[in-house]
């Protein structure tokens, strides 16, 4: 599950722009311009979220590692 949730902002933003673009090419009513709009700033929410744990993941580990060096004798 982890390698995919960093995967999920580019599959959704992938997503959206694929179902614009039919839409587009189809007859042009504008009816999809609005949904378009409003879900296309959770592509960027996704893409926080998904740094946002990569960052906390690190550090933890620059935590562990700084304890591990502590504790190690000299």
Do not use: N
């Not at 839409?23 to 009816?31: I, K, N």
Request: aromatic share 10%; net charge positive; hydrophobic share 50%.
């Amino acid at each position: 599950m982890k390698m995919i949730a960093h995967w999920l902002p580019a599959a959704f933003c992938a997503a959206l722009s694929v179902i614009a673009l039919s839409a587009e090419t189809g007859r042009d009513s504008g009816a999809w311009r609005p949904a378009f709009y409003c879900f296309l700033p959770m592509c960027f929410v996704f893409l926080a979220l998904a740094t946002s744990r990569m960052q906390r993941e690190m550090d933890d580990l620059r935590r562990q590692v700084a304890e591990l060096q502590q504790k190690k004798p000299s």
